[in-house]
């Protein structure tokens, strides 16, 4: 005696692309457990900073350029909250 279950294709969609999303997930939690700093000032270390630093830039994550030591004061003191 055999069953048949049947599932909506949209159901099927949805668990797929929450599977693919788990996997990349896990693999960039594997990445990050398992990854080994380069040694500093190697190249690879340099290349590593680099991409960090103008990751940073595209989350608008940097403050500047200051025209005046003032207005990188003023930032400064509220970035720390003062």
Known sequence: MSQTITVPTKTIEEILTRLDRLTREIKAIKTKLFEEEPPYGSDEWWEKE???????VKKRKVSGPFKKTGELLKTLHQEAGL
């Open 50 to 56: 680099i991409e960090e630093g103008l990751e940073e």
